[in-house]
């Protein structure tokens, strides 16, 4: 089976990498690129662990095909932080205490920032339906929407 080659952008970089026609763009992430922050929790889009930005969408990328990602710009849970600096929803998950086995946490963090960027000050609610795609079997979520409840509250604050 001949390989594809696929040019995209990834966290800010220009990116070329060989995918076979069926291969996950998570699998491509994690196997050719070496991008290992998104996980593979259930291989059908049903539990967010995977979630990346692909041209400023939440997508699931144990869904999407590497061959798809050509031309696209992909944002990962590697690319959150700004050379170094955490973002603000990554540093509150920490300072709430925001994860457990922290499994499902890139995905969360990559949800939660897209939210952020459309709506700087999301309720509850809000916060509760956006992440909604993104399970977690350990935390019980109240200390992940406190965090990203602090995190809005800071990016909103003024410089």
């Not at 992430?29 to 991008?35: A, F, I, Q, V």
Request: aromatic letters at 4%; a negative charge; one cysteine or more.
């Amino acid at each position: 089976m001949a390989k594809l080659h696929v040019t995209t952008t990834i966290n800010g970089d220009e990116v070329e990498f060989l995918a076979r026609p069926d291969q996950t763009l998570l699998s491509a992430l994690r196997d050719e690129l070496n991008l290992t922050g998104s996980k593979e929790g259930c291989g059908s889009g049903d539990c967010g662990a995977c979630s990346i930005e692909v041209n400023g969408r939440v997508t699931c990328s144990c869904l999407m095909l590497a061959a798809e990602a050509g031309g696209k710009t992909i944002t990962t849970i590697e690319g959150v932080a700004d050379h170094g600096e955490l973002h603000p929803v990554q540093r509150h998950f920490l300072q709430e205490a925001a994860l457990q086995c922290g499994f499902c946490t890139p995905g969360i963090i990559v949800a939660a920032k897209n939210l952020l960027e459309r709506n700087p000050d999301p309720t509850e609610e809000e916060i509760r339906f956006w992440l909604a795609g993104n399970l977690c079997r350990c935390t019980g979520y109240d200390k992940i929407i406190r965090a990203v409840q602090a995190a809005a509250e800071e990016m909103r604050a003024p410089a």
